[in-house]
Every structure is written in structure tokens, then in C-alpha cells.
């Protein structure tokens, strides 16, 4: 019997490598830690009535962003790792198996984990705000969205102490990632991790869709949206095309891998390439799925930070619309070098760089507003700033990438490693850093410290050049990518170092990143006002941090950047006592938590081929279901009572 | 009183707006299941011919089958359109009568096509047989699993419609159920010309 329980212990609990004894201990510390401050402050009650049950779209997307900094920090130790091993040749500090499974978990987390999450926390904050509206369409599926994305991330996280990593690549190419070359439960964690958090992926773009088209401020018309909501909307249309597609694709790896099915194996007819198509279908959409509201954020920090509308509204709003389309016509870029004939990499290759022509539309914009304006360097300007150079760099080397012939020389080159780490940490990281920063006295009623950010700014920014540029170097020096040793000959050693010198440095500007937050918790200045940038959307018309009903009276609108227009009319936005009325919310409800976390048992079953736990964590679901679905108390209103002494407190009540 | 009358108001004017939400929302979910089926069609179409030796369609469907399971879902898509009209007549007992003769003939569906299944895996065309049976299964089985959750659904709002009869709410519900009765219709069609009956050319 002990025997039997030390055998499957040993299987089922990764062991043998001190990293992961490290995890362990520190995992079980933490979980104590959590555990006994809870107790001692007695804020269980706290934690599950205000956050864990939550509606409010505020709260989720504050939710969204602590985890999604948490996976940041997971994957850039992931990175840092990687950076060490490869700093000089011939280390040995990790095997290979470890060197593939730490690429691949730092990948999957990075894109899946990390900038889907950050994006849904901004898309929360801002865009029913900017619309003047009271909330999302679906609030209860919002919170779900949410919940799932979370037992998605920690289903995907535990592989790493329980059962094994996935070590496949982040896009788990077969027939690698069929049972016949991954034997072990880590691909099945790949693909259940993933596949619940697609599920409130996709759920999360309905519903902003439907917010978007649906639940504006009276008078506002999609002309007049701000861009950042236009970007959410184009963002989000292609996420209802997209993940699907990425859904499907997962299910029929698993089928292959749980019931001996035949879609992408060598044998018995299998299609192996169909799969690589497949995943492309959906991953090159992702990329402009995380990097259109990135362009967001900026267009509306240029204007502000100049004191001037966008230039070129309507383009803007077209070469975004643009963009999500022509992101369905690239995909076999990624594999231009499989043999398909020439005329079709000639084709993709011209919608690939096609595509070049409406994202320069948006940087010319973006430099026109600036031209002859009064601009602020204030935190968010600075990483707008940072990201114009690295994005044109990596759209330059973007377009190089996408001649197809050319393409046998630099494909799965660290020249490909250099690009697409430019344009996702230059666009889509520092875009959302620049929203958060942007936004973040909205969420939180104080500004982030400015010494303390101005040093991470410069420790990312340069650190990401001295990681990133010598990489293409080495891409022509014929390095390529997934490799985890060298030997002295290849003459790779010096590039090398430099470039794991630079991951240090924004290691360390993510660091002073945590410090400015935590410091400025403490010390950090109060926003009073409620618009501390001088903006120019609604969520700038109301107090910081925005009372739970957002709006005490429905805005009605009259224009583009109605805020500014206010302004210039001298208008200041008050609540007048006569026109309160009681506000109907959504009530809060634990079944978004409870019904995500029977997935999580249901996933972690199908992970290990466990039919009882399927069963349990199933019928969880189903039950959740129900239960909501026969729940009569959806709604409750806010009394006109209450608003009054909200808004007093504020003063914002005539 | 002028309070509590614009408080009624503003009440039903809400709920209107969300009626209105909710049918947008179950397109656009749709539109995403399209996609999904799409998907799935897609590769059945590359794996059509690929039996790698085993039994083709040809051999393996059986007519008698898939035209009565036609015959079964298309005909519970009328009894699910005769539902909805005697929910706009706003005559529960009826409505719900229908209902349940939409799920038996749901459930009939489902039943012929697990022997269907049985027979084909007890003549040793399993899933792993080949390629073509990989596909097969699982285009014609996630259709199986969307109408088995629509039944476990139309359930559950039956169950409402007796205790709580017709109101704004359940209306909303057995709207929504009978666009996706019908949605799962279209998708069997093409499911019935493309897998079934270019199988057997
Ligand atoms: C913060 C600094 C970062 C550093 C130092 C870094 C470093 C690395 C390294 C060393 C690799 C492995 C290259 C190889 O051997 O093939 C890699 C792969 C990758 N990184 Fe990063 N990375 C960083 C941030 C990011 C971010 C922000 C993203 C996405 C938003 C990202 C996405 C990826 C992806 C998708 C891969 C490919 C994984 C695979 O080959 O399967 N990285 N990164
Ligand atoms: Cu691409």
C-alpha cells in the first residue's frame, strides 16, 4: 500500500530538480501566508462578498491585472532562465527537457496568460466608462470570463510542480505534441489551460461587442466613439472569429491524444501541416487581437499629452477595421518554408505586408497629433514615446520577415526571436503599461510615483534594447531559436552575454515596477479631481475611483471628446439632486467563481485521464448552471438616498 | 407617487433593453459556433479520403439511418416553431406540450444516432480506425453533443415555464432555445449533404 502510494506520488509530483523543490516550498508558503492573513484580519468575509462574487466590471478588470502582473512575473523568470543558460556557451545549469519546457511555458504564458489577461483588465476599466455607461452588457458573464481565465491559468501553472510541464513550443506543433512524442500529461495541461481561459476569452468578446454597439451614453454615435473603444471593438470582432478556431484546434489535438484518434498523426492518414494551419488561422489574428487595443491606449494618450484631438479620426477608426481584416489573410507566413508553391507564399506575403500600410497610417497620425502640440511627458507619454521607435524597428524587420525567400534564410532564426519579441514587448507591453498608467488613478484615486517609474522606464526601455538588438545579429550569424546550448566555435558567446545583460536590466525595471506600486499605495499623491490628465473622455467626468454605478445620471452626449467640449464651454460636471433617480444593478454572485473552479476539476481530470473527476467536475457545472438559471434575484436598485451621500462625499451633489 | 410612476417605467424600459441585449448576444454566439462547425467541416473535408484502408462511407452509412435521424430533428424544428407560436398566444400548457414533443423527437435523434455509432465501432470502425473515421465522429458527434445540451436546456426551461408560466424572462428563454433548435437544423443539413450523402456517391 505505501508502496503503491510513494509510486504514484513520484509520478504525479514533479521531483528530483531543486527548481521545483524551490516551487514547492514556495508555493506552500504562500498559500499559508495567504491562508493565515486572511484568518488573522478576518477578511474572508471581505474577500469573497467584494471581490470573489463580484459584477462590477472595475473590480474585474482590477482582478484582471494582478494576475496578469503575476504571470508577467512567472514568465520573465521563465525568460530570465532562459537568458542565463544561453549568456555564455556550454552551460549546463539546465538539461534540455527543462530548456523546452521553460520556452514553452514562458511562451503560452506570456500571450495567453499575460497580455490576453492585462488587455480584458484595461478593456473592463475603461470602455464602459468611456461610453458613459453603467456597466457591461453581461455582467455576470463577465465575471465568469474572468474566473475562467483564472482556473485556466493556475490549471496551466500546476504543471509545473504536478505531473510535468508541456515542452512542445507554445503553439504545440504535432506530431510532437501527439502522444507518440509527448507520452506525459504536460500537453494535456497545455491544452485544458488553454481551452478554459479561450471559453471566457471568447465570452469576454461578445460581451463587449454588445456593450459596444448597444449600451452608449445617448447621443454618442460609433463616429464618435474614443478610440480606444473602437480598438476594444475591433479587438473584439476578432475574437468571435478567431477563438473558435483555436477552440476546435485544441479539441481535435486532445481527441488525437485521448481517444486515439488520427487528425494530426503520421499514421492511418493523419495531416500533421493541417494542424500548423489551423493553429495560424487563429494565432496570427491573436497577435492583432493584442496589439490593436495597444494602439488604442496610444491614440488616446497622444492626444491628451498634446493637448490636441487625434489627427485623423476616421482614418484611424478604418486602418484599425482594416487591420482585423487583412489579419485572416497572413497566416502561412509562419510557414513559408513548408513547400507550398510559389504563388501562394506570394500571395501571403503581399497581404503581409499590406498590412504595413494601415499600421503606418496610425504611427503617421500619432506623430501628426504630436506635431505643434503642447506636449506633457507624464508616465503614460513616456512609454507611448518608447514604444514609437521599437515599433517601427520591429515593423521594418516585420516586412523583411514576410519576403518569402528571404524567409529561408531568417525562419526560426534568433532574428525571428528578436522581431517578435520587439513588436510584443514594444507594442503590445509597453502599449498596455502606457493604459495602465493612464488609467490607473481612475481605478485607484492616487498617481503612481514618478521617480520611481521614470527608473523603470529606463531600465525596460534600454534593456530591452541591449537584449533584443544583438539577437538579430545572431540571427544572421545563423542561431536559431529552441536551441539551449552552444558550443565556443560558433563564435555566439559575446552577443550573447550582452543580450542576457539587457533581460537582467528589465528584470530589474519590472522590479522598480512593483516598489513605485507599493510605494505609491502608501505615499503615492491623491486624485481629487477625478482628472488628473486633463482628459478628454467621460471616465474623466466622474470621481476617482469610480463610484460603484459609474454614472449618477446618464450622460447624454453631444460629440466627439465631449469632455473637452464641456471644458471649452465651461461647463463642470456635477450631479444635480432633482434628477437622481434609484439605479438598477446587477446583484453580485458567487456561481462565476464556483462554476469556473468544477471546471478547473473537470480540466484537471481530462488532464490526467480520470473519468470520476470528469464526472464530479461535469455535474458541477451543470448544477452551477442551473442553479443560476433558476435564480430570481437577479437585480436590486441603488436608492436615490444612497447616490446623494455617494456623490456628497464626493462633492460633486447641486 | 410621480416618483414611484417613473420608478415603474424606467423599470420596464430596462427590461426591454435587455431583452434586446440578450437575442444580440445569442447571434453573435452563434456566429462563433458557425466558425466552430466551420472549422470542423473544414478538416473533415481534407480527411474525407483519407481511410488509410479501412471502411469508407460507402460502406459504412446506412441509409435508413440518417434519413429517418433527418426526418426526426427536421420535424422537432416545426414543433419547436409551433411552440413559439403559442408562446406569442401566451397559452403555457401548449407551449409547453410542444416543447416536450420537440425533446422526444430530440432524444429519438440522439438514440439513433448512438446505434448508429454502436454499429459503426462494433464493425471495427472505431475513432482511431483512420483518418476519415477521426473526423467523422467528431463533426457528426459535436453536432450530437450541441442537440443533447439543447435537450438538458429546453428541460430546464420547461421546468421554469411550469412554475413561473410566461413572463418577460422566460420568454427571453424559449426564444433564444428555438433559435438554436433551428440553428442545430441548418448545421444537419449540411451535416446530411456533406458527410452522408457525398459519402455514399
Ligand atoms: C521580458 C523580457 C523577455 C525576454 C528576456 C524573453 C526571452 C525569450 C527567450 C530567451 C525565448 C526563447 C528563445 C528560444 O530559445 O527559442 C523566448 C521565446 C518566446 N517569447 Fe519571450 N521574452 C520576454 C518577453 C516576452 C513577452 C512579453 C512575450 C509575449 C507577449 C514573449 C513571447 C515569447 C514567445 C511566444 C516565445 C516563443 C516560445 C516558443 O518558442 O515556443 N516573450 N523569449
Ligand atoms: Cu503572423
Known sequence: MIDKIKD?????????????????VSIG???????????????????????????????????????SLLMLFRGGVDALLMRAQLALPNVHFLQSEHY???????????????AMPMMFGLFNIAVPLQIGARDVAYPFLNAFSFWMFFVGAMLFNLSFVIGGSPDAGWLAYPPLSELSGSPGVGENFYIWGIQLSGVGSLASGINFVVTILK?????????????????????????????????????????????GGHFFTMLHGGNPMMYVNLIWMWGHPEVYIVVLPAFGVFSEVVSVFSKKRIFG????????????????FTWVHHFFTMGASANVNAFFAITTMAIAIPTGVKVFNWLFTMFRGRIRIEQP????????????????????????????????????????????????????????????????GFKLNVKLGLWAFWLWNIGFYVCFMPQYALGFMGMTRRVYTYGWDMGWGPLNLISSIGAVLMGIGFIFQVWQILYSIKYGERDTTGDPWDGHTLEWTIPSPAPEYNF?????????????????????????????????????????????WFWFIAGFGFTFGWTWMIVVGLLGVAGSMLARSFTKKLDYYIPVEEIKETEAKFGRLV | MSQAISHTNDHHEEHEHHEDLSVLGFWLFLVSDVILFGTIFATFMVLRSHFDGGPTGKELFEAPGYITETFLLLTSSFTSGLATLALNKGKVNQ??????????????????EVSEFANMVSEGATISRSAFLTAFFTLVGTHGLHVSVGLCWMTAIMIQLKRNGINALTTRKVTLVSLYWHFLDVVWIFLLTIVYLMGVM
Open chain 1, 8 to 24: 504514484f506520488a513520484s509520478h504525479f509530483f514533479v521531483t528530483g530538480d531543486p527548481l521545483i523543490y524551490g516551487a514547492d
Open chain 1, 29 to 67: 508558503l504562500s498559500m499559508v501566508a495567504i491562508f493565515f492573513v486572511l484568518t488573522y484580519f478576518k477578511k474572508w468575509g471581505w474577500l469573497w462578498r467584494e471581490w470573489l462574487t463580484t459584477v462590477d466590471h472595475k473590480k474585474i478588470g482590477i482582478m484582471y491585472i494582478i494576475a
Open chain 1, 100 to 114: 523546452n519546457e521553460i520556452f514553452t511555458t514562458h511562451g503560452t504564458i506570456m500571450i495567453l496568460f499575460m
Open chain 1, 215 to 259: 449600451m452608449r451614453a445617448k447621443g454618442m454615435k460609433m463616429m464618435q466613439m474614443p478610440l480606444f473603444t473602437w480598438s476594444v471593438f475591433a479587438s473584439c470582432v476578432t475574437i468571435i472569429i478567431a477563438f473558435p478556431v483555436l477552440t476546435v484546434t485544441l479539441a481535435l489535438l486532445f481527441i488525437d491524444r485521448f481517444a
Open chain 1, 313 to 328: 479620426y476616421k482614418s484611424m477608426v478604418f486602418s484599425l477595421m482594416i487591420i482585423s481584416i487583412l489579419s485572416y
Open chain 1, 381 to 444: 507619454m513616456l512609454w507611448t514615446l518608447g514604444f514609437i521607435p521599437t515599433f517601427l524597428i520591429g515593423g521594418a524587420t516585420g516586412v523583411m520577415l514576410a519576403v518569402a525567400p528571404a524567409d529561408y534564410q531568417y525562419h526560426n532564426s534568433y532574428f525571428l526571436i528578436a522581431h517578435f519579441h520587439q513588436v510584443l514587448i514594444g507594442g503590445v507591453v509597453f502599449g498596455y503599461l502606457a493604459g495602465i498608467y493612464y488609467w490607473w488613478p481612475k481605478m485607484f
Open chain 1, 552 to 596: 449618477a445620471i446618464e450622460p447624454i452626449v453631444k460629440g466627439q471628446d465631449d469632455f473637452w467640449r464641456m471644458k471649452k464651454e465651461g461647463i463642470v460636471p456635477m450631479t444635480k439632486e432633482s434628477e437622481i433617480k434609484p439605479i438598477h444593478m446587477p446583484r453580485n454572485s458567487g456561481i462565476p467563481f464556483i462554476m469556473s
Open chain 2, 95 to 112: 407551449l409547453i406540450g410542444w416543447l416536450v414533443v420537440t425533446a422526444l423527437l430530440g432524444l429519438g435523434f440522439i438514440g439513433f
